[in-house]
C-alpha cells in the first residue's frame, strides 16, 4: 500500500534538512566567533545556543543510522567514498563540542579554547560542504561497491562547495545572533550577516551554474520539459527571498533574516532533490535498488513514527522556552 523506499527517502531528506538548519546556525556562530569585537560579546553567542547546541547533533545521528538501516548498499558506497571528509569532520565537532564546555571552566586557556571552537565549527562545515559537493558530483560504483579513488573527494567543484557552506552558516549564525542579541552586538551581527549573505548568494548562483556541466543528465533534467517546470520556481522563490533577505538586513528587522536565509536553505535542498531524483546514489543507484527489505523499512518505520514526534516536540518545547532576546548577565551552567 505505501512506497516504503520513498516514505523512508523522505524522513532521512528531512533529518539531513534539520541537521543543516539547527546545527548549522551554532556552527556559524562558531565561524564568526573570532570577529565578535570582544570576550562579553563572545560570551552572550556561546549562551544564545548553549540550551540547543548539543540536541542540535540529534539529527545528524538520525540521518547516518538511518542511511545505514534504510539503504544499506547506499552507505555501503557513500562511506568509502567519504571516509576522509567525515572522519575530519566528526573529530573537528568533537573538538567544537569539548571547547564548548571547557571555554567556561578552564579560564586559563580560553583563548586555546576559543581557537578549538573556531577551527572545529569551521572544519567540520567545509568538510559537509566537501561531501555535498562529492555527492552532487557522482559517486564512482563499480558493480555494488564504490569504484573510485581515496582522493576523488578533492575536486574544484567540491571545495567550492565547502567555501559556500561556509558563508552560508555563517549567515545562519549572524542572522540567529541579530535574531537573539542586542546592543553592539547585534550591530556586529548585522555587519557580517551583510557580507555572509553577498557571499551565500554569490556562491548559490556559482555553484547553480556550474552543476549542469557536471553532467549531461543533470543539464536534461535542468533545461528540458516537463522538468523545467518543476526547476523554474527553484530560482525564482531564490530571488524573492534574496530581495526580502536583503530588506530585512538594511532596515533592520530582527525577526526576518533568520527565518528568510531557512527559506533560502531550504530552496537548495529543494533544488538537490529535483537535481537527484530518484536516485541516492546520484546516477548510480536509485532510492528502490538500495533499499532495505520491505519488512525491515515497515517495522522500523513504526518505531520512526513514534519517536519522530518526540524528537521534534521536545525540540520545538526548548526552543520555545529559550525564545527571546539573551540576557547578558544570564550564565551558562
Known amino acids: 500500500m505505501f512506497d516504503l523506499p520513498t ?6 531528506a528531512l533529518a539531513i534538512f534539520i541537521y543543516v538548519v539547527l546545527d548549522g546556525f551554532d556552527l556559524g556562530i562558531g565561524i564568526v566567533f573570532p570577529f565578535l569585537k570582544s570576550n ?5 553567542a556561546m549562551n544564545s545556543v548553549a540550551p540547543v547546541w548539543d540536541g542540535n547533533e540529534t539529527w545528524l545521528v538520525l540521518g547516518g543510522g538511518g542511511l545505514m ?3 544499506p548498499l547506499a552507505y555501503a558506497v557513500v562511506m568509502p567514498a567519504l571516509y576522509a571528509p567525515f572522519i575530519i569532520m566528526i573529530l573537528a565537532l568533537v573538538f567544537r563540542g569539548v571547547a564548548f564546555e571547557y571555554r567556561w571552566r578552564d579560564k586559563a586557556h580560553e583563548k586555546i579554547w576559543d581557537r578549538s571552537f573556531f577551527y572545529g565549527s569551521l572544519i567540520a562545515t567545509f568538510c559537509q560542504g566537501i561531501v555535498l559537493g562529492t555527492f552532487v558530483q557522482g559517486i564512482e560504483v563499480d558493480g555494488r561497491a564504490y569504484g573510485g579513488g ?3 573527494w578533492l575536486t574544484p567543484f567540491t571545495i567550492t562547495c565547502g567555501i559556500a557552506l561556509v558563508a552560508g552558516y555563517a549567515l545562519l549564525g549572524t542572522t540567529w545572533l541579530i535574531m537573539k542579541t542586542e546592543g553592539e552586538l547585534r550591530e556586529t551581527a548585522y555587519r557580517y550577516a551583510k557580507l555572509s549573505a553577498l557571499a551565500t548568494l554569490g556562491f548559490v548562483g556559482l555553484v547553480s551554474l556550474w552543476t549542469p556541466f557536471l553532467s549531461p543528465e543533470i543539464a536534461e533534467r535542468w533545461f528540458t520539459f516537463p522538468q523545467l517546470l518543476f526547476v523554474l520556481p527553484v530560482p525564482t522563490l531564490t530571488a524573492i527571498l ?7 538586513l538594511l532596515k533592520k528587522k530582527d525577526q526576518v533574516a533568520f527565518p528568510t536565509s531557512i527559506g533560502l536553505f531550504a ?5 538537490l532533490g529535483i537535481g537527484t531524483s530518484p ?4 546516477r548510480a543507484i536509485t532510492i528502490q535498488e538500495a533499499a532495505a527489505p520491505d519488512s525491515s523499512l515497515f517495522f522500523m518505520l513504526i518505531g520512526a513514527l513514534i519517536l519522530l514526534p518526540i524528537i521534534i516536540g521536545y525540540t520545538a518545547f526548548t526552543y520555545w522556552v529559550f525564545r527571546g532576546k539573551v540576557d547578558p548577565d544570564a550564565g551558562y551552567h
Open 150 to 152: 581515496w582522493w576523488d
Open 279 to 282: 536516485y541516492i546514489v546520484p
Open 40 to 44: 562579553g560579546d563572545r560570551d552572550v
Open 7 to 12: 516514505i523512508w527517502a523522505g524522513l532521512l
Open 267 to 271: 530552496l537548495c535542498f529543494a533544488g
Open 69 to 71: 538501516a534504510a539503504f
Open 242 to 248: 534574496a530581495a526580502i533577505l536583503g530588506w530585512g
